[in-house]
């Protein structure tokens, strides 16, 4: 039910003194709601009755004297709701119409009545609305009401205060905020030092080198590349046939300066989150921090294992380059030959006419000459290429691992931080509320 329209006394309720000595005590905060008739045909009417017949301070039924004695009133409504007798103030209303005769017999029927439903032993006032006759008593009734429950919340009220009091320390506790941007890249970045990252980046480096050099060195000294170990391989970053839940690097265990660096990383985070709060809660949110500590080596190792530092992709201009390689090889291979079967044909003593000449230059001797030439400058190029473009995939291999290690940050340490720090500021928004 919503309350549309509030109607506020002009003259307050005043509770009338005490004694000889006594004085006038203001009973404010009433707030009266007319309830529609609840012995209406409308079921709506009598739900809303029956709702609030727990909620309200004071339940007051007003009868009148032709229908006091109502069956359906009793059965349906007054003796259904008899629980909440310690709350219940039944009015008579119209007592003027019935002679003085009549009025007390009237109202014992009607007590008598109102103990049968279970109200056990009723508060009964005749009134007259028409006359003002009883008005003032049910005014103090409602008063005394009024005046009680005023001074059980002003007392709660104040308890209240006194135990948030307590609870504050008595200090004027501010709410804190969420570490900065700058303090959780410095945790990342602390994390990805202390999770061995930068062994990886080096070998992203390295392994693009040497597969540059599979690829795009002298056909004839290329093969010598593999014996040279692939780093990526030897930390078992280069397989593609994996279970991301099940795999791991082959980085060594993180050792006792490396399990230092993360836990002082997390210490730090922490410290600077629970700044200027008072110390339980410092210690608190410390707990948050550290709570996966023991899990983080593991988590993180993961994440370097499942990041993609494509391990296994070449650079456009490989096949080309290798492509030029062997034309240079053929080329010079060619020449090779025809210059041997020149000295073989020679050395049997037959007559050929002589190779041809390009600038005095005999063309076997020029193709193999440049064909040599060509392979090495390609070679020595393809190697500044290849230091070029390894670090641009170290590059973006350390932004790729950052990203992990940010999101295995975020999980273990910034989350757990950033919900203490909202039960805190929850706890001191209600410190402050009860304070007030």
Same mark, same amino acid.
């Given at each position: 039910?919503?309350?549309? @329209?509030?109607? /506020?006394?002009?003259?307050? *309720?005043?509770?009338?003194?005490? $004694?000889?000595?006594?004085?006038?005590?203001?009973?404010?905060? *009433?707030?009266?709601?007319? #309830? !529609?008739? /609840?012995?209406?045909?409308v079921l709506a009417n009598r739900e809303i009755a029956t709702k609030l017949a727990g909620q309200v301070d004071v339940l007051i039924w007003v009868l009148d004297p032709q229908k006091y004695a109502d069956a359906a009133v009793h059965h349906d409504f007054i003796r259904p709701l008899s629980a909440h007798g310690a709350v219940t103030l039944v009015v008579l209303n119209q007592i003027d119409n019935l002679r003085e005769a009549q009025r007390v017999p009237v109202m014992t029927s009607l007590r008598s009545i109102l103990e049968r439903d279970g109200l056990g032993n009723p508060r009964l006032l005749g009134v007259s609305a028409a006359t003002g006759e009883g008005i003032e008593g049910l005014r103090q009734e409602i008063a005394k009401?009024? %005046?009680?429950?005023? +001074?059980?919340?002003?007392?709660?009220?104040? @308890?209240?205060a006194t135990i948030a009091e307590r609870l504050g320390d008595g200090h004027g506790v501010e709410e804190l905020k969420t570490p900065p941007d700058k303090a959780k890249r410095e945790l990342i970045q602390n994390l990805a030092v202390a999770s061995g990252m930068d062994t990886v980046v080096d070998a992203v480096r390295t392994s693009y080198r040497l597969d540059a050099r599979k690829k795009t060195g002298w056909p004839l000294t290329r093969w010598l590349s593999n014996f040279r170990p692939d780093p990526l391989r030897r930390l078992n #970053?280069?397989?593609? @046939?994996?279970? !991301?839940? &099940?795999?791991? %690097?082959?980085?060594? +265990?993180? $050792?006792? +300066?490396?399990?230092?660096? +993360? @836990?002082?990383a997390v210490r730090a985070y922490a410290e600077g989150a629970g700044a200027g709060a008072p110390e339980p809660w410092k210690a608190s949110i410390r707990r948050a921090a550290r709570h996966h500590t023991h899990e983080l080596p593991d988590r993180l190792d993961q994440a370097i294992a499942n990041t993609d530092v494509k391990a296994t992709k070449g650079a456009w201009w490989w096949p080309l380059v290798s492509v030029i390689q062997w034309m240079s090889l053929a080329t010079a291979l060619t020449g090779a030959l025809w210059l041997a079967a020149l000295a073989a044909v020679q050395y049997l003593q037959f007559s050929l006419p002589p190779a041809p000449r390009v600038?005095? =230059?005999?063309?076997?001797?020029?193709? #193999? =000459?440049? $064909? =040599?030439?060509? $392979? &090495?400058? #390609?070679?020595?190029?393809?190697? =500044?290429a290849a230091r070029v473009g390894s670090s641009g995939r170290a590059r973006k291999a350390r932004k790729a691992l950052l990203g992990a290690m940010a999101a295995v940050a975020e999980e273990a340490v910034v989350d757990p931080v950033d919900a203490e720090i909202n039960r805190h500021n929850q706890f001191i928004g209600a410190l402050r509320r009860a304070r007030g």
């Open positions: 039910m919503e309350v549309n @329209d509030r109607r /506020f006394l002009h003259s307050p *309720l005043r509770l009338a003194k005490q $004694g000889v000595f006594g004085s006038e005590k203001e009973a404010s905060g *009433l707030i009266l709601l007319d #309830l !529609p008739d /609840f012995d209406s045909t009401v009024v %005046t009680a429950r005023s +001074a059980a919340s002003n007392r709660l009220a104040a @308890d209240v #970053l280069k397989s593609t @046939d994996v279970n !991301p839940k &099940l795999n791991r %690097t082959s980085l060594p +265990a993180p $050792g006792l +300066a490396q399990r230092a660096q +993360a @836990d002082s600038e005095g =230059i005999p063309v076997p001797t020029l193709m #193999l =000459i440049l $064909g =040599i030439l060509l $392979g &090495l400058v #390609l070679g020595v190029l393809s190697g =500044i």
